[in-house]
C-alpha cells in the first residue's frame, strides 16, 4: 500500500474504523479542536460528532463542498482537519488540494478517508494530504472475506504518535487477515479498472431515466462536481447512487426485484451489492441530519461489481419496470 499510495510509512490496523479512529486519536489531546466534512460515513461522524469531545476535543462539522467553510472553521488549536472524497453515500467531493493548502496555512494536518476513491483512482498525498485511511475490507479484500484497515502518510506521524497509540491500545490487524488483504492487493489495479468501467456504463444506462430524481456519480456529466472530478480523480468511482422519484417505497420495490445485485452493506466486493443508507450506514443520524447531507429515504447506494456490465443494467431495467 506504502508503494500504490506514495506514503513513506504505514500501519494496518483491526478495520476501516480503528484506523480512522486510531488516526484522528494521535493527532489531538484535551483542548485541540478538530474540523470535518459534515458528509462522512456513518461510524466516522461518530467519531468526530460524539466520541472525540467526550476526551475534550472540540469538533466543527462543514459543509465539505466550499473550501472557504473550512477556512471559516478553522482556529488557533484546530490540529487535525478530515474529509471523505467522494463521500457517502451521495459521491459529494471536497477539493483536496484546497483544503490541503488551508490546513497548512493553520498549522493542521489533513485526514483523508479515500475509501470509494481508492489509490487506484486518487491519490490524496500528491494532492496535499498528510495522512490517508483506508477500510481494507472493501475494494482491498475485494471479496467480502476479512476486516482491516491501514493509515498511510509521513514516516514521522505514522512511526510516532500513531505508532504508539497501535502498540499501547491493541487495534491491530491480525496476521491472517493481512496475509488475505495482501493477496487482494494483487488483483486491485484490475478490478477497479473493471468496476469503474461498468459504472460508468450503468450511470449511462442510469441518467435521464424518469423513475429516477436524482443520479450521483462523479464521472458522469451531470454531476454538479464533475470538473474537480477530471481534475483530482482517474476515474468516476465504482460505486454510484440514485434517488427514486418514488421516495422509500420505490427505493425498497426496486431493491427487492433486483436478481443479481445482491443486498448488503459493503461495497468494493467483487459481487455487486445495493444498500439503503437512510436505514443502514446513516440510520443513526436524525432525520433533520440526514435531510441536510440529502440522504433521503429514496437514496440507494450501488458497489459494482464484476459481473458484465450488460447483465447488471438488465437487472437494474427489469427492477425499475416494476417500480
Not at 51 to 60: A, F, N
Not at 147 to 169: K, N, S
Request: proline share 4%.
Amino acid at each position: 500500500m506504502k508503494l500504490l499510495e506514495g506514503a513513506e510509512a504505514a500501519r494496518g490496523t483491526a478495520s476501516g474504523m480503528a484506523a480512522v479512529t486510531t488516526c484522528l486519536m494521535a493527532l489531538v489531546k484535551t483542548g485541540d479542536h478538530v474540523v470535518a466534512s459534515r458528509a462522512l460515513f456513518g461510524g466516522c461522524r461518530y467519531v468526530v460528532e460524539d466520541y472525540l469531545p467526550r476526551w475534550g476535543v472540540s469538533t466543527s462539522l462543514v459543509d465539505g463542498k466550499d473550501p472557504a467553510s473550512f477556512s471559516r472553521a478553522m482556529r488557533a488549536n484546530t490540529k487535525a482537519v478530515f474529509i471523505e472524497t467522494p463521500t457517502n453515500p451521495t459521491l459529494e467531493l471536497v477539493d483536496i488540494r484546497a483544503v490541503a493548502d488551508i490546513a497548512h496555512d493553520h498549522g493542521a494536518l489533513l485526514v483523508v478517508d479515500n475509501v470509494f476513491a481508492t489509490p487506484m483512482l486518487q491519490k490524496p498525498l500528491q494532492l496535499g494530504a498528510d495522512l490517508v485511511v483506508y477500510s481494507a475490507t472493501k475494494h482491498i479484500d475485494g471479496q467480502g472475506r476479512a476486516l482491516g484497515g491501514i493509515i498511510l502518510g509521513t514516516a514521522d506521524v505514522i512511526e510516532g504518535d500513531i505508532h504508539t497509540i497501535i502498540r499501547q491500545t491493541g487495534p491491530s490487524m491480525s496476521p491472517f487477515n493481512a496475509w488475505v488483504l495482501l493477496k487482494g492487493l494483487e488483483t486491485l489495479p484490475i478490478r477497479v479498472a473493471k468496476m469503474t468501467e461498468s459504472a460508468g456504463k450503468i450511470a449511462n444506462f442510469l441518467s435521464g431515466n424518469q423513475k429516477l430524481a436524482r443520479l450521483y456519480y462523479p464521472g458522469h456529466a451531470s454531476h454538479p462536481q464533475f470538473d474537480l472530478a477530471e481534475k483530482q480523480m482517474a476515474g468516476g468511482s465504482t460505486l454510484l447512487a440514485m434517488e427514486m422519484a418514488g421516495g422509500r417505497d420505490a427505493a425498497f420495490a426496486l431493491a427487492d426485484a433486483l436478481a443479481l445485485i445482491a443486498t448488503s452493506n459493503n461495497l468494493g466486493d467483487a459481487k455487486s451489492i445495493i444498500s439503503h443508507p437512510a436505514t443502514t450506514t446513516h440510520a443513526r443520524l436524525s432525520d433533520e441530519v440526514r435531510a441536510g447531507l440529502g440522504i433521503t429515504g429514496g437514496i440507494l447506494r450501488l458497489s459494482v461489481g464484476l459481473e458484465d456490465a450488460n447483465d447488471l443494467i438488465a437487472d437494474l431495467s427489469f427492477a425499475l419496470d416494476q417500480v
